[in-house]
């Protein structure tokens, strides 16, 4: 087992998944991809704006926050936890390559997860990077 899974630590027997394009402003905080828990049920929200760049882009987003959020399941770190950090982040970059991430293991996994899908489809990573104009993958 992962150094960073948590013994004991199981996804639901009846998990849902949800997900939604929405437009950017009704996110949360500024961001392409977002995701949350609610009970059992995993909530993800992608920019509706990216399927405007490309229509796979939605799709990479998508697999990112899903992965990033079962492996935040999986090691024991909270939806708050994690939204502590993403809704306050003022650094460059992502939130989840920050340092001081709670969930920077599971964000990275998730990225490389997102990187290999973009390889094999052919999506240029600079220009799916820039999306829909905002830096922010979480």
């Known amino acids: 087992m992962s150094r960073h899974i948590k013994a004991g630590n199981q ?4 998990l849902l998944i ?3 394009l929405i437009p950017a402003s009704e996110h949360r905080y500024a961001t392409r991809g977002d995701w949350w ?6 909530e993800i ?3 509706r704006e990216e399927q405007r760049q490309n229509p796979l882009y ?3 987003l998508l697999v990112h ?5 079962l492996l935040c399941r999986l090691s024991g770190i909270t939806t708050e936890e994690v939204d502590a950090l993403d809704m306050n982040y003022g650094g460059d970059g992502e939130p989840g ?6 969930y920077r293991w599971e964000h990275a996994t998730a990225e490389l997860v997102e990187r290999v899908l973009a390889k094999r489809l052919s999506v240029n ?3 799916y990077l820039k999306g829909g104009g905002d830096e922010n993958l979480d």
Do not use: H, K, N, Y
């Open 11 to 14: 996804l639901p027997d009846l």
């Open 18 to 20: 949800r997900s939604r």
């Open 37 to 42: 828990w609610q009970g059992d049920t995993l």
């Open 45 to 47: 929200r992608i920019s």
């Open 58 to 60: 939605p799709f990479l």
């Open 65 to 69: 926050e899903m992965v990033e959020a």
């Open 97 to 102: 390559d920050d340092p001081r991430a709670p």
């Open 125 to 127: 990573w600079q220009d």
